[in-house]
């Protein structure tokens, strides 16, 4: 089997003669440069432990070549965080949602630095660090009408960058059962938009599968306005299920047959909903898609449970968490 991007071919066989084989024959028609110790892929430096059974994932130079394209320096003080966090209103019984941004607009040559900013580091985040995901999905929400606020967040996602040069993801070897974490935040983005987030990867079929380094993770801005953080939750659920179709799919064809794919989510209403155990009153009103997960889930196609929110790693991909929480949170590596 192999993955191909481009021209960049990721080759997995059982025995080298079958590999030298694919190489003969496309050195017939193409000139073929080689890799067998399978350290470089798509950009991506990969660095294998054997003995350990992991590999780790980062871009070693990519983020050096970003600062100097845009000429940013590394900041004086350390910035922990990408993004500016909500600030915390002590005693409100009232979810507000945020202001509308009011400061000027940046002019043609600004906007265009933002457009690039983003489409240099979403690569990035999306290979080797997903930590800079929902700061990207904020900038990516703004960066047709972007404003000087919109500048300044660009530029603490620099420094942080700056700050963490070299963040990755390490994978441990599983038995390639797909899992996923779900979660979401009610009414956090501008225009009464809520946020979905996810965190999708490979494991054991346990009853609560044990964490590994994400193979695809969602930060995401609801497209439409949810009624409530129930349904906001059920909404994350179905857009993480719908991202989880297509690498069951893929996992089946590889030899990797998947049985019940788990969902963790932290809202109790949300998995008596698509678990079928709640009484049901009032759940016609919701988003017609949310249907959708009972059907899957009668289907066999996946087993949603519960979990208290502090275990639930979606979450990182749904707010704007204070820098403090990005260093008591911060992986010895990352993953």
């Known amino acids: 089997m192999f993955v191909l991007i481009v021209d960049d071919f990721g080759i997995e066989y059982c025995d080298r003669r079958h590999a030298e084989h694919l190489l003969t024959a496309l050195q017939e028609t193409y000139k073929v440069t080689t890799d067998w110790t399978g350290t470089k892929f798509a950009g991506i430096d990969i660095a294998w432990d054997y003995k350990l059974r992991t590999c780790r994932l980062t871009m070693n130079a990519y983020i050096a070549d970003v600062l100097l394209k845009y000429g940013h320096t590394k900041p004086d003080k350390p910035q922990h965080a990408p993004h500016k966090h909500r600030e915390i209103v002590y005693g409100a019984k009232t979810q507000l949602i945020p202001d509308a941004d009011t400061s000027e607009p940046l002019d043609v040559a600004g906007i265009k630095r933002i457009q690039g900013i983003v489409g240099s580091l979403l690569y990035y985040a999306r290979a080797v660090d997903n930590k800079l995901l929902v700061a990207l999905s904020a900038l990516s929400s703004q960066q047709a009408k972007a404003t000087a606020n919109t500048a300044l967040a660009a530029n603490q996602l620099l420094d942080y960058v700056a700050t963490y040069p070299a963040d990755g993801i390490t994978y441990r070897a599983s ?70 179709i297509p690498l069951r799919n893929a996992l089946d064809e590889m030899g990797w047959p998947q049985p019940k794919s788990p969902i963790q989510t932290d809202n109790s209403t949300a998995t008596g909903f698509v678990n079928d155990t709640i009484i ?16 899957r889930a009668a289907q066999g196609q996946f087993r949603f449970y519960w979990d208290k929110g502090t275990h639930n790693l979606a979450d990182y991909s749904t707010k704007h968490h204070p820098p403090a929480y990005h260093l008591a949170h911060r992986p010895t590596h990352a993953g």
């Open 175 to 244: 038995s390639m059962i797909l899992a996923a974490h779900s979660d979401a935040s009610f009414l956090t983005e501008p225009g009464s938009r809520s946020r979905a987030g996810a965190y999708i990867f490979l494991s054991e079929d346990d009853p609560i599968p044990r964490i590994n380094g994400p193979i695809l993770t969602i930060a995401t801005i609801i497209k439409y306005v949810m009624a409530s953080a129930a349904e906001a939750e059920l909404a994350a659920l179905y857009l993480t299920a719908r991202e989880m």
């Open 280 to 295: 049901q009153r009032r759940i016609k009103m919701l988003w017609m898609r949310l249907h959708w997960l009972r059907c």
